[in-house]
């Protein structure tokens, strides 16, 4: 139970917003943190503190594709599919991920190294086709780039190639 | 409260000026002069949410075209709505929404009355452009009652604003985003809702429809009877749809009745009782101790000789009636009056008894109405909003939608205090929109009540007008509050004098102002205390007689206003007149052409305690079963079985026409014609939709026949006659127009209350009631609640208050044969808050076990976030065992049988 393991965590945010229901986000994120996916218990458990139905909780998580439903693999890729990059080649990034991992868009390699997903416009459009890897940036990716950071991950845990550091919302309470 | 604004603006709509109020938008002001904009995502009912483009219109000197549903009008403003470029986007918007559209009509019930159909047929070339693969999700089952089609869907978010916005239970979700936007419930569960069929009557297109008649029908092949709802006071317009003799569907259309076109699952998906298999097909007559079908001439025959026979040795008063409140004006109308004029007797009771009859007698008493002096409208309108027992979503589920409208759209201030916990559910919860809420259990609805009065008195609240006119009335109520020291009410109610003084200020403060007051108060000993001292309330707030505000109580049972109203009850004669009004006798008889008898009335426990002693012989039984609606402490079977003549008229062999001599097959409420009067007090038509089953015949025919073979004929060749009839006798009775036309109080009768009345029982009415007796509603901290978690360990389990009552999802026993409620609620179980649940080690399924004195039960546990502490609830529908728990006591003034409620203790099995 998340009321149990981060009560001061919830206080916090709830305290942040004027109207409650505006901290479904914030505790989704909560959730999802936890669970690295937002279970169906979380999703009731944050209806009742939000006082609002099971469904209203649903609606929005699935609205978000920064939500899964399902576990992911340790390295979620989220290539972006909106307008932007699609001009300068996402199909074509999507197709070579596709092909290097054996896996199409919402699924997990076997080994549960890595998922892969499409999302909408991470607002990074001057420099697509991009991609998301947990929360990390990885810009003007080329099919030589992807072969790269596929191996830098397996192998380290994470990439060179990665863009940032960048302000990630910082999780309530986490900030020391 | 509706725009009430009568500040209007010009303008022009397709070169016709027009004027209509400020606020309007386009899309109305055009449906009013005739032009109807092509839509989906808009309904009235809604507010605006454009997202579907398809009312585009260009109106001048405005940029782009714009959305005529979400435009208010502006003076001089010039729209154009058929234009060659308003033409081109309706036809883009369609063209848009049919690249994902199945086009499966053929196999759509929504086919032949679709907007999608209708509108594409007007506005879309027969090509499309698109070559891409259609969005297909997989089909996932929804649920028993509702079927969804997202192929179909539109997006237009009308059933999820519909389930949110009218019915407060938002248990629709739009998954998912853009063109794969799907409505879903929560993930792969199936729907559970309240199940009105909101969504399925508002959905535009055929992506949500009804399970019960799926691949039955096709609009234009159905025959429609536009008729009344039988299972509920609230008196919703049904629209019954029929192929030859089978019920198909039931629906109401948007602005119909007093329910604007909304119902309730009940109204919705309970048509199937009519049809049931189990209808009586012919008249049954106990020949050695069997009951037997016997042809109508023999029944009646049978009936009628014996009648004659038992009259002759015992007299008319060995007879008794009684009749249900399911049965038109016109039935009650006649039956009173065979018992009155064919057998002679005031012999006669109904349900109304089992608590209706508290409310109007507390009417009549202060206020000499016995109506409500308000309406559907004024609750809408009304500032503030009290609501007293009355569990509003499950008992009348329409009116509470008025309610949720005053306080969603109209933003009144809710006062509640009902025995409910506010906690989002599957089914909405009033005492989520409160303002000022006290939950405590049904028997401590009135000290609440006192508590408010309290507040009144002694904050200065008292209206001026009223401590000059009745110095001596608001003294004796101020006296005796006066001795009920803060602390006592607080401890009784748990509710602080602090919270009492705001909810009493804010009352108070309101020029409109209804207090809505519902079995929960009228079926509990002191109920029609209570009701009175509500009365007491508006009185001595200065309200009472302001327009706008009043009492309002709730009937239960469709046609319990109209009972009272016809004078099918022990203490009236039609009108209602009391039964030794002198001029009131006079003018019936003068009507009936004969002498009214004498001797006094006999309510229901009365009834049954002379049946019981030998002194009734025969009793009409038209509907009523009081077998199996009353506790069997009430001894109701021992007192039928000393009966020497039993005759029920019924739809099926209840418990109680199991001891019948005779048996008649009545037609239900889908197979005749008449009245029934709602619980606001509007008289509304009742029309056949199909043929009687088997050889049933109307109530009020069967007592005709009856009359003429024991040579006293009151005949009538149909309904309409009858409702003459009553009209000779109430002037107006039943004009049935759009809305009621609402008593005003009598302000003789107010001063005779103020002056005198008042004092008979003002020292009663003021006293706290199940004070020490149990402990409920306490704070979850406070010492005695540790001490029961221990105490309340598996071994010697729990007590409780157990309380017995009407649920969303049924009505009565009629319900419990209509096969779409029995998908939803097909069984009791009993309804426990989960820190009880917990303190008896028990979650969802588990059996328990209930005893007292009276008796045990078992059965099964729902744990309910909304159902408070120390309570449990069991649904009347399916109280078979529950009964033997129940005790009755009556009410000494209005002779109320109160028998909903019971101590138990409940242990884990
Ligand atoms: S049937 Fe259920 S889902 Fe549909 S509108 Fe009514 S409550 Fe909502
Ligand atoms: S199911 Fe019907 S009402 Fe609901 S969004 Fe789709 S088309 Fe509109
Ligand atoms: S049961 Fe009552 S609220 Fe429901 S449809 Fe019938 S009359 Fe309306
Ligand atoms: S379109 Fe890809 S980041 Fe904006
Ligand atoms: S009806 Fe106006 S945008 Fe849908």
Same mark, same amino acid.
């Given at each position: 139970?998340?009321?149990?393991?981060?009560?001061?965590?919830?206080?916090?945010?709830?305290?942040?917003?004027?109207?409650?229901?505006?901290?479904?986000?914030?505790?989704?994120?909560?959730?999802?943190?936890?669970?690295?996916?937002?279970?169906?218990?979380?999703?009731?458990?944050?209806?009742?503190?939000?006082?609002?139905?099971?469904?209203?909780?649903?609606?929005?998580?699935?609205?978000?594709?920064?939500?899964?439903?399902?576990?992911?693999?340790?390295?979620?890729?989220?290539?972006?599919?909106?307008?932007?990059?699609?001009?300068?080649?996402?199909?074509?990034?999507?197709?070579?991920?596709?092909?290097?991992?054996?896996?199409?868009?919402?699924?997990?390699?076997?080994?549960?190294?890595?998922?892969?997903?499409?999302?909408?416009?991470?607002?990074?459009?001057?420099?697509?086709?991009?991609?998301?890897?947990?929360?990390?940036?990885?810009?003007?990716?080329?099919?030589?780039?992807?072969?790269?950071?596929?191996?830098?991950?397996?192998?380290?845990?994470?990439?060179?190639?990665?863009?940032?550091?960048?302000?990630?919302?910082?999780?309530?309470?986490?900030?020391? | 409260?509706?725009?009430?604004?009568?500040?209007?603006?010009?303008?022009?709509?397709?070169?016709?000026?027009?004027?209509?109020?400020?606020?309007?938008?386009?899309?109305? +002001?055009?449906?009013?002069?005739?032009?109807?904009?092509?839509?989906?995502?808009?309904?009235?009912?809604?507010?605006?949410?454009?997202?579907?483009?398809?009312?585009?219109?260009?109106?001048?000197?405005?940029?782009?075209?714009?959305?005529?549903?979400?435009?208010?009008?502006?003076?001089?403003?010039?729209?154009?709505?058929?234009?060659?470029?308003?033409?081109?986007?309706?036809?883009?918007?369609?063209?848009?929404?049919?690249?994902?559209?199945?086009?499966?009509?053929?196999?759509?019930?929504?086919?032949?009355?679709?907007?999608?159909?209708?509108?594409?047929?007007?506005?879309?070339?027969?090509?499309?452009?698109?070559?891409?693969?259609?969005?297909?999700?997989?089909?996932?089952?929804?649920?028993?009652?509702?079927?969804?089609?997202?192929?179909?869907?539109?997006?237009?978010?009308?059933?999820?604003?519909?389930?949110?916005?009218?019915?407060?239970?938002?248990?629709?979700?739009?998954?998912?985003?853009?063109?794969?936007?799907?409505?879903?419930?929560?993930?792969?569960?199936?729907?559970?809702?309240?199940?009105?069929?909101?969504?399925?009557?508002?959905?535009?297109?055929?992506?949500?429809?009804?399970?019960?008649?799926?691949?039955?029908?096709?609009?234009?092949?159905?025959?429609?009877?536009?008729?009344?709802?039988?299972?509920?006071?609230?008196?919703?317009?049904?629209?019954?749809?029929?192929?030859?003799?089978?019920?198909?569907?039931?629906?109401?259309?948007?602005?119909?009745?007093?329910?604007?076109?909304?119902?309730?699952?009940?109204?919705?998906?309970?048509?199937?009782?009519?049809?049931?298999?189990?209808?009586?097909?012919?008249?049954?007559?106990?020949?050695?101790?069997?009951?037997?079908?016997?042809?109508?001439?023999? +029944?009646?025959?049978?009936?009628?000789?014996?009648?004659?026979?038992?009259?002759?040795?015992?007299?008319?008063?060995?007879?008794?009636?009684?009749?249900?409140?399911?049965?038109?004006?016109?039935?009650?109308?006649?039956?009173?009056?065979?018992?009155?004029?064919?057998?002679?007797?005031?012999?006669?009771?109904?349900?109304?008894?089992?608590?209706?009859?508290?409310?109007?007698?507390?009417?009549?008493?202060?206020?000499?109405?016995?109506?409500?002096?308000?309406?559907?409208?004024?609750?809408?309108?009304?500032?503030?909003?009290?609501?007293?027992?009355?569990?509003?979503?499950?008992?009348?589920?329409?009116?509470?939608?008025?309610?949720?409208?005053?306080?969603?759209?109209?933003?009144?201030?809710?006062?509640?205090?009902?025995?409910?916990?506010?906690?989002?559910?599957?089914?909405?919860?009033?005492?989520?929109?409160?303002?000022?809420?006290?939950?405590?259990?049904?028997?401590?609805?009135?000290?609440?009540?006192?508590?408010?009065?309290?507040?009144?008195?002694?904050?200065?609240?008292?209206?001026?007008?009223?401590?000059?006119?009745?110095?001596?009335?608001?003294?004796?109520?101020?006296?005796?509050?006066?001795?009920?020291?803060?602390?006592?009410?607080?401890?009784?109610?748990?509710?602080?004098?602090?919270?009492?003084?705001?909810?009493?200020?804010?009352?108070?403060?309101?020029?409109?102002?209804?207090?809505?007051?519902?079995?929960?108060?009228?079926?509990?000993?002191?109920?029609?205390?209570?009701?009175?001292?509500?009365?007491?309330?508006?009185?001595?707030?200065?309200?009472?007689?302001?327009?706008?505000?009043?009492?309002?109580?709730?009937?239960?049972?469709?046609?319990?206003?109209?009972?009272?109203?016809?004078?099918?009850?022990?203490?009236?004669?039609?009108?209602?007149?009391?039964?030794?009004?002198?001029?009131?006798?006079?003018?019936?008889?003068?009507?009936?052409?004969?002498?009214?008898?004498?001797?006094?009335?006999?309510?229901?426990?009365?009834?049954?305690?002379?049946?019981?002693?030998?002194?009734?012989?025969?009793?009409?039984?038209?509907?009523?079963?009081?077998?199996?609606?009353?506790?069997?402490?009430?001894?109701?079977?021992?007192?039928?079985?000393?009966?020497?003549?039993?005759?029920?008229?019924?739809?099926?062999?209840?418990?109680?026409?199991?001891?019948?001599?005779?048996?008649?097959?009545?037609?239900?409420?889908?197979?005749?014609?008449?009245?029934?009067?709602?619980?606001?007090?509007?008289?509304?038509?009742?029309?056949?939709?199909?043929?009687?089953?088997?050889?049933?015949?109307?109530?009020?025919?069967?007592?005709?026949?009856?009359?003429?073979?024991?040579?006293?004929?009151?005949?009538?060749?149909?309904?309409?006659?009858?409702?003459?009839?009553?009209?000779?006798?109430?002037?107006?009775?039943?004009?049935?127009?759009?809305?009621?036309?609402?008593?005003?109080?009598?302000?003789?009768?107010?001063?005779?209350?103020?002056?005198?009345?008042?004092?008979?029982?003002?020292?009663?009415?003021?006293?706290?009631?199940?004070?020490?007796?149990?402990?409920?509603?306490?704070?979850?901290?406070?010492?005695?609640?540790?001490?029961?978690?221990?105490?309340?360990?598996?071994?010697?389990?729990?007590?409780?208050?157990?309380?017995?009552?009407?649920?969303?999802?049924?009505?009565?026993?009629?319900?419990?044969?209509?096969?779409?409620?029995?998908?939803?609620?097909?069984?009791?179980?009993?309804?426990?808050?989960?820190?009880?649940?917990?303190?008896?080690?028990?979650?969802?399924?588990?059996?328990?076990?209930?005893?007292?004195?009276?008796?045990?039960?078992?059965?099964?546990?729902?744990?309910?976030?909304?159902?408070?502490?120390?309570?449990?609830?069991?649904?009347?529908?399916?109280?078979?065992?529950?009964?033997?728990?129940?005790?009755?006591?009556?009410?000494?003034?209005?002779?109320?049988?109160?028998?909903?409620?019971?101590?138990?203790?409940?242990?884990?099995?």
């Amino acid at each position: 139970m998340l009321r149990e393991k981060y009560k001061d965590e919830i206080e916090q945010i709830l305290s942040r917003y004027p109207v409650r229901r505006s901290a479904l986000l914030p505790l989704l994120w909560l959730a999802q943190t936890e669970e690295e996916y937002v279970t169906e218990a979380a999703m009731k458990e944050i209806a009742g503190i939000l006082r609002i139905t099971p469904p209203q909780v649903y609606e929005v998580v699935t609205f978000y594709t920064m939500f899964n439903l399902r576990p992911v693999g340790k390295f979620h890729i989220q290539v972006c599919k909106s307008l932007m990059c699609g001009l300068v080649g996402s199909d074509v990034l999507l197709g070579w991920l596709q092909a290097r991992l054996g896996i199409s868009p919402g699924q997990t390699t076997p080994d549960r190294l890595f998922t892969l997903s499409t999302v909408e416009c991470l607002a990074s459009c001057g420099t697509g086709p991009m991609m998301q890897i947990n929360d990390e940036y990885y810009e003007r990716v080329t099919e030589e780039r992807v072969d790269r950071i596929l191996a830098d991950l397996k192998r380290d845990g994470t990439s060179p190639l990665k863009s940032g550091p960048f302000i990630l919302p910082q999780l309530a309470g986490s900030e020391k | 409260m509706a725009t009430t604004t009568t500040e209007t603006v010009r303008l022009t709509i397709d070169g016709v000026p027009v004027t209509v109020p400020k606020g309007t938008l386009v899309i109305e +002001a055009a449906r009013q002069m005739g032009v109807m904009i092509p839509h989906f995502c808009y309904h009235p009912k809604l507010k605006p949410d454009a997202n579907c483009r398809m009312c585009l219109v260009e109106i001048e000197r405005m940029p782009k075209l714009q959305t005529s549903c979400s435009t208010p009008v502006a003076e001089g403003m010039v729209v154009h709505t058929a234009t060659t470029v308003v033409n081109e986007a309706h036809k883009s918007v369609l063209e848009f929404i049919l690249a994902n559209h199945p086009l499966d009509c053929p196999v759509c019930d929504q086919g032949g009355r679709c907007d999608l159909q209708d509108f594409s047929h007007e506005y879309t070339p027969t090509t499309s452009r698109f070559l891409e693969v259609k969005r297909v999700f997989p089909k996932e089952y929804f649920s028993a009652l509702i079927e969804t089609q997202m192929n179909r869907c539109v997006q237009c978010l009308r059933c999820v604003r519909y389930c949110d916005e009218v019915m407060d239970v938002k248990a629709l979700a739009p998954s998912g985003r853009g063109t794969m936007t799907e409505i879903k419930h929560f993930t792969t569960h199936q729907l559970d809702c309240e199940f009105c069929g909101g969504c399925v009557q508002i959905c535009p297109v055929g992506a949500i429809t009804s399970r019960l008649d799926l691949y039955e029908f096709r609009p234009w092949m159905l025959k429609r009877a536009d008729t009344v709802c039988t299972y509920c006071g609230d008196g919703c317009h049904i629209t019954i749809q029929t192929k030859g003799n089978d019920l198909i569907e039931v629906n109401s259309a948007h602005g119909a009745g007093r329910n604007n076109g909304d119902l309730c699952a009940r109204g919705f998906f309970g048509y199937h009782a009519t049809t049931h298999p189990d209808r009586l097909q012919s008249p049954l007559l106990r020949r050695n101790g069997e009951l037997v079908p016997a042809t109508w001439e023999e +029944a009646l025959e049978f009936v009628a000789e014996t009648c004659i026979a038992l009259k002759l040795k015992h007299g008319p008063d060995a007879f008794a009636g009684l009749i249900a409140s399911r049965c038109t004006n016109e039935d009650l109308y006649v039956f009173q009056k065979f018992m009155r004029l064919v057998i002679g007797t005031n012999r006669i009771d109904g349900s109304a008894r089992y608590g209706h009859i508290n409310g109007v007698r507390a009417l009549r008493r202060v206020q000499g109405t016995h109506r409500w002096t308000v309406a559907f409208e004024d609750i809408v309108g009304a500032e503030v909003l009290l609501l007293v027992g009355t569990n509003i979503t499950e008992t009348n589920p329409i009116t509470g939608l008025k309610v949720k409208e005053a306080v969603k759209k109209y933003n009144a201030t809710l006062l509640t205090i009902e025995a409910l916990v506010p906690a989002i559910g599957t089914i909405s919860n009033i005492a989520n929109l409160s303002a000022h809420h006290f939950s405590v259990h049904p028997e401590r609805f009135g000290n609440v009540v006192l508590g408010l009065i309290k507040a009144v008195v002694e904050g200065g609240l008292v209206a001026q007008t009223l401590t000059q006119r009745a110095p001596a009335y608001v003294e004796a109520i101020s006296q005796t509050l006066r001795a009920i020291p803060w602390e006592t009410l607080e401890s009784v109610t748990g509710a602080t004098s602090q919270a009492l003084m705001e909810a009493a200020r804010a009352f108070v403060a309101a020029r409109r102002a209804v207090v809505l007051v519902g079995q929960g108060v009228l079926r509990t000993p002191g109920g029609f205390g209570v009701a009175t001292n509500l009365l007491d309330l508006l009185l001595l707030t200065g309200k009472h007689d302001r327009p706008g505000c009043g009492l309002a109580p709730l009937a239960e049972e469709n046609n319990d206003q109209g009972a009272v109203e016809m004078g099918a009850l022990a203490e009236f004669l039609p009108g209602p007149s009391d039964l030794d009004d002198r001029a009131a006798r006079e003018r019936l008889a003068g009507l009936w052409k004969e002498e009214l008898p004498q001797r006094p009335g006999a309510t229901l426990m009365q009834i049954l305690g002379d049946a019981r002693a030998g002194n009734v012989k025969a009793l009409f039984v038209v509907g009523e079963n009081p077998i199996g609606s009353l506790p069997r402490a009430a001894q109701a079977k021992e007192a039928l079985e000393r009966l020497e003549l039993l005759v029920c008229q019924e739809l099926f062999l209840t418990d109680t026409a199991r001891l019948a001599h005779v048996v008649l097959p009545a037609c239900s409420y889908a197979e005749k014609d008449g009245t029934f009067t709602n619980t606001e007090g509007h008289v509304q038509a009742v029309r056949h939709a199909i043929d009687p089953i088997g050889e049933s015949r109307p109530d009020w025919e069967i007592l005709s026949a009856l009359s003429v073979l024991m040579g006293y004929p009151i005949e009538y060749g149909d309904a309409k006659e009858i409702l003459k009839e009553i009209r000779n006798l109430i002037p107006g009775y039943g004009l049935l127009g759009p809305a009621p036309a609402t008593p005003r109080s009598d302000e003789a009768v107010v001063e005779r209350y103020l002056r005198e009345g008042y004092a008979e029982d003002v020292g009663a009415r003021y006293q706290l009631t199940g004070a020490g007796s149990f402990d409920m509603a306490q704070p979850a901290t406070s010492s005695a609640e540790s001490d029961r978690r221990d105490a309340g360990k598996v071994k010697d389990g729990l007590q409780l208050t157990l309380v017995v009552g009407q649920t969303l999802f049924h009505s009565g026993k009629l319900s419990t044969r209509a096969k779409g409620l029995m998908e939803v609620q097909n069984a009791g179980s009993l309804g426990l808050n989960p820190s009880d649940a917990d303190r008896i080690g028990v979650t969802d399924g588990d059996r328990v076990r209930l005893v007292n004195q009276a008796g045990e039960m078992t059965t099964s546990v729902r744990r309910l976030d909304r159902v408070p502490e120390g309570m449990a609830v069991f649904p009347e529908h399916f109280d078979e065992e529950a009964r033997r728990l129940l005790t009755v006591s009556v009410d000494p003034v209005t002779q109320v049988p109160y028998c909903k409620s019971a101590k138990v203790r409940i242990e884990r099995l």
